[in-house]
């Protein structure tokens, strides 16, 4: 029989006090406590780097249910600072599982809690927004309460935090078509920055013919062009996108030198500081694989998977010049309809376009991957453009 678990704590720096037991390694986490309402893929979810330096709570009551397996995660490790579920799986239950979550969590040293009101959480983060928190189990938690509440309000908030270069590859390597099931040569290279990514996105960019050269988060424009790409990607990440500023002027003189570019998330928010809009902390962000957007282009409504806290602040509903004004006209190409939060822009004098959404979401929905489609017909466009300039000018 395996040991009982101890008592846990998670602690938000209100003062609010949640009590349970310990899940996975014990011990003390600290980080802003964010939710997310996704009913699969926790494996999925804790794997993605967007959530460094975070404590998830899941909305969904049971967790575990079917463990953890070595072909789903989209990182090389768990990134989040802690871990908040109600019911865990006592045992896991599906034919891929090789181990327990709480196995891989112990493993990888995430301080979690258990058996605690996932949903009375989430309604106090939804009023009085992301907060920072700790995880407190084993002795910790037999500390004054008081003083867990100090140790929690010491640490740094999320904004001002810069952490992708913390959760980024330390050296470039290359996903390659044939890899994916790509037959034939590759229709285009990209250098795409590692701010966070997941393992999801260079797949669906190498099966549709796509050579994707990763680099880490601090290579310059020097470094992409040493690639002789076709196109720039930035990807997802955690952090406040104010602190990037010298991904920011990377992304310029990728736009200034007319290379096409597409950017998810954390890469939609870097595009709207490159247009020169500001950026923004959501009150608690969106989180989870059910969020509604409408398609301005189209008209039609897609579900959504989102991870961030921040946003781009851009007027919706006009075209206007860009803040940059040598970008040309931009337009809001995507909108929350929960809160008419920015969720993709795009240039029109430019071939250039992000989203604030995942559309490489695992486990779901996948109502989005037609923007990898898109990138795809806007470097083939670009390169045959130019090839057809040149032959022009010789």
């Not at 008592?7 to 609010?16: I, N, R």
């Not at 181990?99 to 809690?113: D, K, N, P, W, Y």
Request: glycine share 10%; net charge negative; aromatic share 6%.
């Amino acid at each position: 029989m395996s040991p009982t678990p101890t008592t846990a704590l998670l602690v938000l720096e209100d003062g609010t006090v949640h009590r349970g037991r310990a899940y996975g390694a014990t011990g003390v986490s600290l980080g802003e406590a964010v939710f997310t309402t996704g009913m699969t893929g926790y494996q999925e979810t804790l794997t993605d780097p967007s959530y460094a330096g975070q404590i998830v709570v899941q909305t969904a009551p049971h967790i575990g249910n079917t463990g953890v397996n070595d072909e789903d995660p989209e990182s090389r490790a768990i990134w989040v600072a802690g871990y908040v579920v109600r019911d865990a799986a006592r045992r896991p239950s599906n034919w891929r599982s090789v181990r327990s979550l709480e196995e891989e969590l112990a493993a990888q040293e995430v301080v979690g809690i258990q058996d605690v009101d996932t949903r009375a959480i989430t309604r106090h983060l939804r009023t009085a927004g992301a907060m920072r928190a700790g995880v407190f189990s084993g002795a910790a938690a037999e500390r004054p309460e008081a003083e867990l509440v100090a140790e929690v309000m010491a640490q740094p908030p999320m904004a001002g935090r810069a952490l992708a270069e913390s959760v980024s590859a330390e050296s470039a390597y290359v996903v390659t078509p044939t890899e994916h099931g790509w037959q034939g040569e590759p229709v285009a290279r990209i250098a795409a920055l590692d701010l966070g990514i997941k393992a999801a996105t260079p797949r669906h960019l190498a099966a549709r013919g796509i050579e994707v050269h990763v680099l880490p988060a601090d290579s310059d424009f020097e470094a992409i062009r040493a690639v002789e790409p076709d196109g720039v990607f930035l990807s997802n990440g955690p952090g406040d996108p104010a602190t990037a500023d010298r991904q920011v002027e990377t992304l310029r003189q990728v736009l200034d030198a007319g290379l096409p570019f597409f950017g998810i998330c954390f890469g939609n928010q870097l595009f709207g500081r490159a247009l020169g809009f500001g950026t923004y902390k959501l009150p608690f962000g969106h989180r989870g694989p059910n969020q509604p957007v409408m398609d301005v282009a189209t008209g039609r409504v897609e579900i959504t998977s989102q991870n961030h806290g921040f946003a781009v602040d851009a007027p919706i509903g006009e075209v206007v010049e860009a803040p940059e004004s040598r970008y040309g006209r931009v337009e809001v190409s995507h909108y929350s309809l929960n809160d008419d939060v920015v969720e993709g822009l795009r240039l029109l004098d430019r071939p250039a376009f992000s989203v604030q959404f995942h559309p490489e979401a695992a486990a779901g929905p996948h109502d989005s991957l037609g923007l990898f489609d898109r990138f795809v017909a806007l470097l083939t466009a670009h390169r045959d453009s130019s090839r057809t300039t040149t032959v022009e000018g010789a």
